[in-house]
């Protein structure tokens, strides 16, 4: 019988300790792992047992919270790195090699496009941005025999412009090519992107899967949809055999070879996420639908605040009616559009230098997703390197701040808004 979402996420992929019968998930803090005779050593290393060989490439804690988050993504396999940031470079480096392009679309949290406009560009790839509005023809014109991969976020950081998962899946599909999506903001309990077409999911769990801005990770997650066989042209990676006398990636895993394939590239480049880092996202993610559930209740009372406040000029969060983007989060997001916002103060730069000065309980941090409220002018911070024309076109105007709304009494969040707003309030306004 298949279970709700609330037992998954605390029993999923979980092993009961065969030594001790440890309840709780052990943290396996070791390098490497004993192999009992020359033929388990070189079967371990051929792949056809399911023991791991160093803890580069696996660990027996990191493989429940894989099968954890795979579970509740719906995917086929999960495969946990050491950052966000570590999970796109290996999901889009699985995928591309030199030469080849990457259709993104514009909205995307910040250090991911300097990660595609630095890092990734210099290694040979070419990342292609388009409006997520753009209509179909748009998208089309930019497919070449090259192109690898449409790449978007189910609710795009800071502006929370939600893209239609449906209609880009569908354009990906058409071009012969794999759908990614970043899911951090949403999470699985909020949104699950293969349910639309996704075929790859990533996540930084540092976020709301983790809660407590306590470690940092991340998380490719394969949703076995894809059709590699079908498109060996495009993807040849995955049709060349990974060691002498063994079948190819395709031919063993079929629709599930991205993930098989992605965990060798993790192993190579070896962006590990530690085996107590692991056991600390679990603990987080047994408590996940509780706290999206405060986090999304307690983000629509602030939002609705702010929309009111006089010395706020506008507030980006799909709650609000008054949201572009409020019909399409009711399809994609029913329980809720998440729990950061941005809000734009009344008298630009300065302003909101005062107001984030002026604040006591909420936190000036560049991090989302914590227990805690956090605040951060994305202007001169994330966004920062950008000149200002770009910014604006981004919608980063000079007064925005961005709000990640924490699990605090939403009053004591509200009043501590409320008295540094104050502060560049003019007189009987």
Do not use: C
């Not at 605390?10 to 396996?28: C, L, S």
């Not at 894989?66 to 993504?73: K, M, V, Y």
């Not at 349910?195 to 394969?222: C, P, Q």
């Amino acid at each position: 019988m298949a279970q709700g979402f609330e037992t998954r996420q605390i029993h999923a992929g979980e092993v009961i300790d065969a030594q001790a019968g440890a309840r709780i998930t052990p943290i396996y803090q070791t390098a490497g792992y004993v192999f009992d005779s020359f033929d388990e050593a070189e079967s371990r290393f051929s792949d056809r047992g399911d023991l791991p060989v160093y803890s580069r490439q696996s660990n027996p804690s990191n493989r429940v919270v894989e099968g954890r988050i795979a579970d509740l993504e719906g995917g086929r396999g999960a495969l946990l790195t050491g950052s966000g940031q570590a999970a796109i470079f290996t999901a889009i480096y699985a995928l591309a090699s030199a030469g080849d392009r990457i259709l993104v679309t514009t909205s995307l949290y910040e250090g991911t496009k300097q990660l595609f406009r630095n890092s990734l560009s210099r290694q040979g790839l070419e990342f292609v941005f388009i409006d997520a509005e753009a209509d179909d023809d748009e998208w089309r014109r930019h497919v070449t025999e090259r192109t690898k991969a449409i790449y978007t976020e189910t609710i795009p950081n800071p502006k929370n412009d939600i893209p239609d998962l449906a209609r880009l899946a569908r354009l990906a599909h058409e071009a012969g090519i794999p759908f990614v999506v970043d899911n951090t903001v949403a999470t699985p309990y909020l949104a699950r992107p293969i349910e639309w077409g996704a075929d790859i999911v990533v996540h930084s769990t540092s976020k709301w899967l983790g809660g407590h801005g306590a470690v940092l990770g991340g998380a490719v997650v394969d949703a076995g949809t894809f059709d590699w066989t079908a498109h060996a042209q495009r993807f040849p990676q995955f049709h060349r055999s990974p060691r002498p006398g063994t079948p190819s990636y395709a031919e063993r895993f079929g629709t599930g070879a991205f993930l098989p394939f992605a965990v060798t590239v993790a192993n190579e480049y070896g962006p590990t996420l530690p085996a107590t880092s692991a056991w600390l996202l679990l603990l987080g993610i047994e408590t996940l639908s509780l706290r999206l559930d405060r986090h999304v209740a307690n983000t629509q009372r602030v939002a609705e605040w702010l929309e009111q406040h006089p010395a706020v000029a506008g507030v980006d969060y799909p709650g609000l009616p008054s949201s572009p983007w409020h019909e399409r989060a009711r399809t994609y997001l029913p329980k809720g559009p998440g729990s950061v916002l941005a809000f734009d103060v009344r008298g630009g730069r300065e302003a909101a230098r005062t107001v984030l000065d002026a604040l006591r309980l909420v936190t000036r941090m560049t991090h989302i997703g914590d227990v805690r409220t956090l605040a951060i002018h994305t202007g001169s911070t994330i966004h920062g390197a950008l000149t200002e024309p770009d910014r604006l076109a981004l919608g980063i105007t000079p007064g925005l701040i961005r709000l990640s709304v924490g699990l605090e009494t939403v009053d004591d969040v509200i009043a501590d808004l409320d008295q540094a707003l104050a502060r560049v309030v003019a007189p009987g306004r």
